[in-house]
């Protein structure tokens, strides 16, 4: 593979203009921003930049309904990486809060400027007071519709969006409502799934990995459960080291923990088959690797709250998955099916329909260009992977054993090499990447 050719040296006084026309761009995007102009009339009085990076973070005030645009408004947290105004556009559409400052997987391959978009409900980018029914897929796109194109005129070179999982998500959403915005687009690890509790997942869990792999999980719950009074007594000083608190009683929290045990096993991939532990191992042994494996926060009240934008759009628009108690039932006193619903708030309604998820599935299939889906074959959320039809130039690529860290540089050397010629055709750029 090619090498990536060696950034220039920054001199002091390079440092320094550079510096100063950076503060300016920044001036000029706030107040644009702000204003909710275009930033395109400012244009002129921007000092063009060198190729060298700087990083910048502003605020977008949105509608909170975009469909009364006058109404109540919130803040949305943008990072602009900025690498040269000749360069590409990679926009980062997060699913969560907005995870990292730096540049992406996709941005540095494309040797490209950044701009980073937090979700809406998330972190610094939540509306006052929190009206859920506003966080849709098509309010969230609008948001990312409304920055693009305010930011548009800074940047002249091709534009690709990408996320990663929900980010991923986001990435295809916003191109079923906003085709034009950018070029091309990149989800990672982004299920697309056609109910609240997609049943394909159960499939693919039935099928992931060996057979012996999937008997010593199996195995390996049903020792934890039938062991479950010499567990109970560390599983609650461990929520008690921790200051995990949870919407149900502490047994009901263990069984749920031991039940998300092989989604999260093969959704990370960071432990071997060859370490589950076995009955005879001793007691702390088993439930270290319990805990390291399937955190019990995923259920703790705190978790909760922080991801519940993430519950309520599974449980209204885009689902997720329950789990199996049949193989259990001798040893749960609760057999009824076990879903999502203890992540709402006492005050909150859902209900969910899936008619936002078909129209996206179906809108891919037959207008889904230029969009390249990045999947790992162990990832339990490639169950529900979106694979595009030949009516599109749309292609996938399956990272072999790769879970859901999966990344561009994850995958064998050819069939990176296969990636960075189809983004060279679709972006028109020369990608020069490290061995």
């Excluded at 990536?4 to 921003?33: D, G, M, N, Q, T």
């Excluded at 939540?126 to 796109?141: M, S, V």
């Excluded at 039940?259 to 432990?271: C, H, R």
């Excluded at 690797?289 to 519950?311: N, Q, T, Y």
């Amino acid at each position: 593979m090619k090498k990536k050719k060696p950034k220039p040296h920054l001199s002091r006084k390079s440092f320094l203009l550079f510096s100063i026309s950076f503060l300016l761009l920044f001036a000029v995007i706030f107040i644009a921003c702000k204003e909710n102009q275009d930033v395109e009339k400012y244009i002129q009085t921007i000092p063009q930049a060198q190729w060298q990076q700087g990083t910048v973070e502003l605020t977008f005030k949105q509608p909170v309904d975009h469909k009364h645009p006058s109404g109540a408004k919130f803040s949305q947290r943008v990072v602009i990486n900025h690498v040269g105004y000749d360069r590409p556009v990679v926009v980062q559409l997060e699913g969560y809060s907005l995870y990292s400052k730096k540049r992406s997987e996709l941005a540095e391959i494309l040797d490209a400027n950044q701009i980073t978009i937090e979700h809406r409900y998330f972190a610094e980018s939540t509306p006052q007071p929190l009206n859920w029914e506003h966080l849709t897929i098509w309010q969230a796109a609008t948001d990312h519709h409304k920055i693009i194109n305010a930011l548009k005129g800074l940047y002249k070179g091709k534009w690709v969006s990408t996320g990663i999982s929900k980010g991923g998500q986001a990435t295809m959403f916003h191109r079923r409502f906003y085709p034009d915005d950018v070029e091309a687009s990149v989800p990672y690890v982004a299920p697309l799934n056609l109910a609240r509790e997609d049943k394909r997942i159960h499939q693919f869990l039935d099928q992931v990995g060996t057979p012996q792999a999937r008997h010593k999980i199996r195995r390996f719950q049903k020792n934890m459960l039938a062991d479950k009074e010499a567990f109970l007594p560390l599983f609650e000083a461990y929520a008690i080291e921790k200051d995990y608190q949870f919407p149900m009683d502490i047994e009901r929290a263990f069984e749920l923990t031991v039940l998300e045990y092989p989604f999260a096993f093969w959704q990370w991939g960071s432990v071997p088959v060859s370490n589950i532990p076995r009955s005879e191992d001793p007691v702390q042994e088993r439930f270290d690797h319990l805990v390291k494996v399937s955190s019990p926060d995923f259920f703790a009240k705190e978790g909760i709250k922080e991801m519940r934008p993430f519950f309520y759009q599974a449980m209204s628009e885009i689902g997720m998955y329950d789990y199996r108690f049949a193989p259990f039932r001798e040893y749960l006193e609760d057999t009824n099916n076990i879903t999502f619903e203890h992540t709402m708030a006492d005050s909150m309604e859902v209900a969910f329909d899936s008619t936002a998820m078909r129209d996206v599935h179906n809108w891919l299939k037959k207008h889904g260009n230029r969009m390249m889906y990045i999947y790992g074959e162990q990832d339990p959320w490639s169950a529900t992977a979106f694979t595009p039809s030949e009516k599109t130039d749309a292609v996938k690529f399956v990272n072999p054993g790769g879970s859901h860290k999966t990344r561009i540089r994850s995958f064998p050397l050819t069939m990176q090499d296969s990636i960075y010629t189809v983004l060279e055709k679709w972006l028109d750029v020369d990608i020069e990447e490290t061995e």
